[in-house]
């Protein structure tokens, strides 16, 4: 059994799952997604019971969820309720079941864990999403499918020396700039606080940080599959963005990504900018990891390591622990210092 099962994964939003199923894949695993009468969200395998059509092919009638093919139908707890050609009683004689996955909703989000059993006590829900409905910040939500890896898509988005070449002129320019950050391991995450960063945010400086004073920015990275990066201005502006990584499989990705942003009296106008923006960075990491899950699936996973690159063996470390089936909480915590230039 893939131990990443016991986690929780967005596998849609709130507003998406209305009066229609929705389908999704998670660890290679094909779930149906859809309400039932009270509102709840279901998740099930997706297929039926009866000669595996997909039910996210099917449709939600009076409460129920249809099958597409020869109309068998199944409440919220997964039980086969009714079945057309074997008149009305068939579902009462005959129980059958698809056990529906643990679900919930939590910030817009409808989270699925494959695995009944949870990872840790602290597992137990899903991450509220950072100033999510809080007054003074706004909120934009992108969504992105990702051609690499889950474990590279989480490196990339806790990388900071990548900003200055894939996102030249729009994030940092590279310009030999001195980082240094403290590194955390502790309870199965990484958090990386850096210090000396001033100016290098591309050209969006004159506004965020016109002054040029210095910027607290860190890095999260929270066990198995999200990363939260943080930066606060001295002017009380700040954002940050939530990355949640689903794994579809071992080479596809699909990507949750939350900006939070605080721009003071600028707030209410900038959630077309900020998706814009969000939207162009990410559009160059789609493009370079495209690039490196192909080298990787043609020759492997070998990697040579920079100091800003011990950040991503920190996360190595808890995503192995996890593979392992251990707790990535009693990994020993670890602390140290890195410098390198952007
Ligand atoms: S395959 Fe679903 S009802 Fe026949
Ligand atoms: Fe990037």
Redesign the pocket.
């Known amino acids: 059994m893939n131990a990443f099962r016991k986690y929780w994964y967005v596998v849609a939003q709130s507003d998406d799952l209305r009066d229609a199923p929705l389908a999704a894949v998670v660890l290679g695993e094909s779930i149906v997604v859809w309400r039932q009468h009270d509102g709840q969200p279901v998740a099930m395998a997706d297929r ?6 997909r ?1 996210s092919s ?1 449709r939600i009638s009076g409460g129920v969820l249809q ?6 139908c199944y409440d919220g707890s997964g039980r086969v309720c009714r ?1 057309p050609s074997a008149g009305s009683d068939e579902g009462r004689r005959r129980p059958r079941r698809s056990l529906p996955f643990a679900s919930c909703e939590c910030d817009g989000y409808v989270y699925v864990r494959l695995d009944p059993e949870s990872g840790a006590l602290d597992d137990a829900a899903p991450l509220p999403m950072p100033h999510w409905n809080e007054p003074g910040w706004g909120h934009v939500r992108l969504v992105n499918r990702f051609a690499g890896n889950v474990a590279d898509c989480i490196e990339n988005f806790i990388d900071v020396p990548h900003t200055a070449f894939v996102h030249r002129g729009v994030f940092r320019d590279s310009r030999g700039e001195r980082i240094q950050a403290t590194v955390v391991r502790s309870a199965g995450r990484v958090h990386v606080r850096y210090r000396g960063e001033q100016s290098n945010l591309g050209p969006w400086t004159w506004f965020l940080n016109p002054r040029r004073t210095p910027v607290e920015h860190e890095d999260n990275y929270i066990r198995p599959n999200i990363t939260c990066v943080r930066y606060r201005l001295s002017n009380g502006y700040g954002f940050v963005i939530t990355s949640q990584a689903v794994p579809i499989d071992e080479r596809n990705t699909l990507v949750y990504t939350d900006l939070a942003y605080r721009f003071g009296r600028f707030t209410r106008f900038a959630a077309p900018f900020v998706r814009r923006a969000g939207q162009k960075v990410i559009d160059q990491d789609l493009a370079i990891l495209a690039e490196q899950g192909e080298v990787i699936a043609a020759h492997g996973r070998r990697f040579s390591v920079s100091p800003p690159d011990l950040i991503h063996l920190c996360v190595e470390d808890i995503r192995r622990a996890i593979a392992r089936g251990d707790d990535p909480q009693c990994l020993p915590d670890k602390t140290f210092d890195i410098e390198f230039f952007v």
Do not use: F, M, S
């Not at 039926?48 to 059509?53: D, G, K, T």
């Open positions: 039926c019971l009866h000669r595996l059509a039910l099917g099958c597409g093919y020869h109309g068998w079945v």
